[in-house]
C-alpha cells in the first residue's frame, strides 16, 4: 500500500536523515511532503535521486488525506502539531520527547518491543525513544532474555549531531578557530565543545541528573522491563556524528562473556566487533551511516555478581533516529495499522 507521507522538520539533520532512509528502503510513497517552520519555506531538498522536494509552512498544511506522519521539529512544535496530525488520521511516529512517557503512547525499538504495536494506538502517535537510550536497549535485549538485567550503569559519549546542525556547525568553526587562534565561542553548548568533552546534556534536574539521564532510565524501563535500575552520566565530546556507550550491567542469573556475544551476534540489528587486539573495537567514526549498533569490549564485571561490561556505538542520525522512525513505519504497515488515505 503506497501512501501519502508527511516529514515534519525535514530542514533538520534527522529530519534529511528520514527522507534519505525513505528512499534507501524504497519504503511506499505516493507523495513525500517536507515540512517546516515558514522560515524554511521554498528550500529544497532531495529525495532519492531523481526527486526534488519544496520545503512546505508545516503552519499551513492540511493534514486530512496524509497516511503517515515522521516528527522531527522539536518538543514543543510537536505538542502543537502532531495531535493535530493524529486527529485528522494521520499516524504521527514522533522522534521528540513530548510523548515518550505519555501513557498510552508506545515507545518503540522495533527488534525490542515491537510487538506492541499490534493494533493502533488510541491517540494515533508512536514515539521514538531517544538516541542513546535505543543503542543501549537494542544491545540490552538478548542479555536480558538470558540473564534478566538487574541494574546498568552507563556513561555515554554523545556526538554533537545529537544536539542539530548548528551545534556541528558550531564543532567546526570551534576546531577551525583554534588553528587561527580564534577564541571560541560557545552559542549551543555550555562551553567549548572543540578538544573538549562536556558533562552535560539538556537541563539540570532537582537530583543533579540531567534530563538527558533522567530519559535514558525511564525510557529503559519502558521499552524494556519496569524493574531495570539505570545510572547514567551522559557527556557530549567533539564527534561529528555517533555516539559511543561504556556500559556496565548486573544480571539477576549468571551469564558469560562467551554467552554474551554468541547472543547478541545473533540478535537482529547488532553487529559484534570484539577482538582482543589493537583496533578489534568500533569507533564512531567507522560506523557512520552505518544502520547496526556496533558492540565490543565484552568481558566480565568482578565487582558485582553475575556482571558484564561492554562498549556500544551507534550512528545516532541513524538508528538512533531516522532508520528506527521509519522500522517503525513499516512494522505499522506490516500490521495494517496505518490507514489508507
Request: with cysteine; aromatic share 6%.
Amino acid at each position: 500500500m503506497a501512501m501519502k507521507v508527511a516529514v515534519v522538520g525535514a530542514t533538520g539533520a534527522v529530519g534529511r536523515e528520514i527522507i534519505k532512509t525513505l528512499a534507501e528502503r524504497g519504503f511506499p510513497v505516493t507523495e513525500v511532503v517536507a515540512l517546516a517552520s515558514g522560515r524554511s519555506a521554498g528550500q529544497e531538498i532531495s529525495f532519492g535521486d531523481k526527486t526534488v522536494l519544496k520545503v512546505r509552512d508545516l503552519d499551513r498544511y492540511d493534514f486530512a488525506g496524509t497516511a503517515l506522519g515522521l516528527f522531527s521539529p522539536g518538543a514543543a512544535v510537536s505538542a502543537v502539531h502532531a495531535p493535530r496530525a493524529a486527529a485528522a488520521g494521520c499516524l504521527v511516529i514522533d522522534n521528540t520527547s513530548q510523548f515518550r512517557m505519555e501513557p498510552g503512547v508506545p515507545l518503540v525499538v522495533p527488534e525490542v518491543n515491537g510487538r506492541v504495536l499490534a493494533a493502533r494506538p488510541r491517540k494515533g502517535i508512536i514515539a521514538n525513544p531517544n538516541c542513546s537510550t535505543i543503542q543501549m536497549v537494542l544491545a540490552l535485549k538478548p542479555l536480558h532474555d538470558i540473564a534478566k538485567v538487574k541494574r546498568v550503569v552507563v556513561a555515554t559519549y554523545q556526538s554533537v549531531s545529537g544536539a542539530g546542525k548548528e551545534a556541528m556547525d558550531e564543532l567546526w568553526s570551534q576546531t577551525r578557530g583554534v588553528f587561527v587562534n580564534d577564541p571560541p565561542l560557545a552559542e549551543q553548548f555550555t562551553k567549548p565543545i572543540a578538544f573538549n568533552v562536556i558533562p552535560h546534556i539538556d537541563s539540570f534536574m532537582d537530583d543533579g541528573a540531567t534530563k538527558e539521564e533522567w530519559k535514558m532510565a525511564v525510557e529503559t524501563r519502558k521499552i524494556l522491563d519496569p524493574d531495570i535500575q539505570v545510572v547514567a552520566t551522559c557527556v557530549r565530546v567533539p564527534v561529528m556524528i555517533g555516539h559511543g556507550e561504556a556500559v556496565h550491567v548486573e544480571f539477576e542469573r549468571p551469564i558469560t562473556d562467551k554467552q554474551a556475544r554468541d547472543a547478541l551476534r545473533e540478535a537482529p540489528g547488532i553487529t559484534v566487533m570484539d577482538s582482543r587486539e589493537d583496533g578489534g573495537y568500533a569507533t564512531p567514526i567507522e560506523i557512520a551511516g552505518e544502520d547496526s549498533v556496533f558492540v565490543s569490549r565484552i568481558r566480565r564485571d568482578p565487582t558485582v555478581p553475575h556482571g558484564l561490561a561492554f562498549w556500544c556505538v551507534g550512528d545516532n542520525l541513524r538508528k538512533g533516529a531516522a532508520l528506527n522512525a521509519v522500522q517503525i513505519a513499516e512494522v505499522a504497515l506490516r500490521n495494517g495499522i496505518i490507514e489508507a488515505a
